[in-house]
């Protein structure tokens, strides 16, 4: 049993310091209305562990702080990431579906931030779209090309953790 909650905790941990790493090194493409968060590419990791989820949400906290976003962004859109985490392992059962809980709940949520947050004085709807294809290629494209690039080890890198 002990052996269980290190191996989550060690996942976890690992999953949020790639996650920061990841933002921090692509700050300029992971902020603003047009972005491009390469970490989020991290969501599909629910798929194999369900540690990813607390790492992704604790990733997304401490990269948003390092990134110099506002408290009301470091909230909103680490929960957004939160959300979109929990919905992916829901899906983890139907594969190709696991990118989309995190490319609606972050198309949803990011537009309002940087709207109101922010005060980017651009439509909603567009800046929907513009977060909208950053999650797609995010999440949908790169996200789906780690899941699948990672299946082959997936019991080697991700042995079974507790829930």
Known sequence: MRDKKVTFMVQAAAIAAIYVVLTVVFAPLSFGEIQIRFAEGLTVLPYFTPAAIPGLFIGCVIGNFLGGAI?????????????????????????????????????????????????????????????????????????????FALERYKGIIFRQSAA
Request: charged share 5%; glycine share 12%; proline share 9%.
């Open 71 to 147: 408290p009301v962004d470091i909230l909103c859109g680490s929960l957004a990431t939160l959300a979109g985490a929990l919905l992916s392992y829901g899906l983890r059962k139907q594969k190709l579906l696991v990118p989309l809980p995190p490319i609606v709940a972050n198309t949803l949520v990011v537009p309002f931030v940087l709207c109101y947050g922010y005060g980017i004085n651009l439509p909603i709807p567009f800046l929907m779209l513009t977060v909208g294809v950053g999650e797609v290629i995010s999440c949908g494209v790169i996200g789906l090309i780690l899941l």
